[in-house]
Every structure is written in structure tokens, then in C-alpha cells.
């Protein structure tokens, strides 16, 4: 019985030391790889924020709320990394999230520029159909205009201000 139980406690032993082994090899693949891991993740971060400027109009603001978010993570990472005994499998795991969330963030800022970008050619596609319609109306007016009712040449003066509120407005929304 004796003899059962020390080897139960030698097994139990020999578990810790290869998980002690196992722990330290984690711990130098992090100390190796995290200044690597907080420069990749603030590469993304800057990528992510010349983009968000570069079209800052057509994105929205909570983006670049989310992106100060992750570059604080990669701060903190970076802040942890100077300390006297740094926990690298923490500096690791920030700097990765730092990544992600960049990485997001680029994926959703630009799934909004190319949003933008349809709905400006979609507003610029009915503004050059109104545009035409308009002036062929116009046009039909002019020469039947004996004929016309005032209420079509009404009509025409509508869609004439219409149209002229819809060139001047900026927002593509509003012109489509």
C-alpha cells in the first residue's frame, strides 16, 4: 500500500516537472517573440489609422474610439515588457489582442469606405438619370407648350427644384 501511494506521489511529481518544463519553454518562446508580437500589432494599428484618416469622412467615429483602445493594449504590452520581471505570456497575449482588434478595425473601415463608395456612384447614377429626365421634360414642355396643363408644368417645376436641391446637397445620401 505503501509502495502504491509513493508511486502515485512520483507520478504525480514527474506530471509537475515536464509541466514546469513545459511552462518554461512557453515562457522563452514568449520572452523571444514579444517585442516581435507589440511591433506587428502596432505596424496594423498605424496601417489602420492612415486608413481611417485617409477616408475619415466615409468612417465612422467609434472606429478610431476602438482603434485608441488597441493601441493602448499594445501600450500597456510594451510597458509590461520594460518592467524589472516582465510576464511575457501576458505581454504576448495583449500585443496579440492589439493585433486583432487593428486588424478588425482595418477590415470594418474599409467595408465602410466601399459602402460610401457605392452609395456616392448610386447617388451620381440618379442625379445624371434625373438630370436627363428633367431636361427632356423640359424640352417637351417648351415645344407642346400650347398644349402642356399647368399642372404637368407644375410638375416640372417641382422636379426642377428638386433636382437643384439634389446637386447642391454633399451628402449622397440625400441626392439619391
Not at 509513493?6 to 511529481?13: H, P, R, V
Not at 500589432?41 to 485608441?68: G, H, M, P
Not at 483602445?69 to 509590461?80: I, L
Not at 487593428?102 to 465602410?112: G, H, V
Request: charged share 35%.
Amino acid at each position: 500500500e505503501l509502495v502504491a501511494g509513493g508511486n502515485a506521489w512520483l507520478d504525480d511529481a514527474d506530471a509537475l516537472v515536464a509541466s514546469i518544463s513545459e511552462l518554461e519553454a512557453s515562457l522563452m518562446a514568449a520572452r523571444r517573440d514579444a517585442p516581435g508580437e507589440i511591433d506587428a500589432a502596432q505596424a496594423d494599428v498605424v496601417k489602420a489609422r492612415e486608413y481611417i484618416n485617409r477616408y475619415d469622412d466615409d468612417i465612422r467615429e467609434s472606429l478610431e474610439d476602438d482603434l485608441r483602445a488597441a493601441e493602448a493594449m499594445n501600450e500597456t504590452a510594451r510597458e509590461e515588457l520594460k518592467q524589472e520581471k516582465p510576464d511575457y505570456l501576458r505581454v504576448c497575449k495583449l500585443a496579440r489582442e492589439a493585433n486583432e482588434a487593428a486588424d478588425r478595425i482595418l477590415i470594418q473601415a474599409r467595408d465602410e469606405h466601399e459602402a460610401a463608395e457605392r452609395l456616392r456612384a448610386r447617388a451620381a447614377s440618379a442625379l445624371r438619370d434625373a438630370q436627363a429626365k428633367v431636361a427632356m421634360v423640359s424640352r417637351f414642355v417648351q415645344v407642346r407648350h400650347p398644349f402642356v396643363q399647368d399642372q404637368a408644368r407644375n410638375r416640372l417645376v417641382e422636379a426642377t427644384e428638386a433636382l437643384r436641391q439634389a446637386e447642391a446637397s454633399v451628402d449622397a445620401g440625400t441626392q439619391a
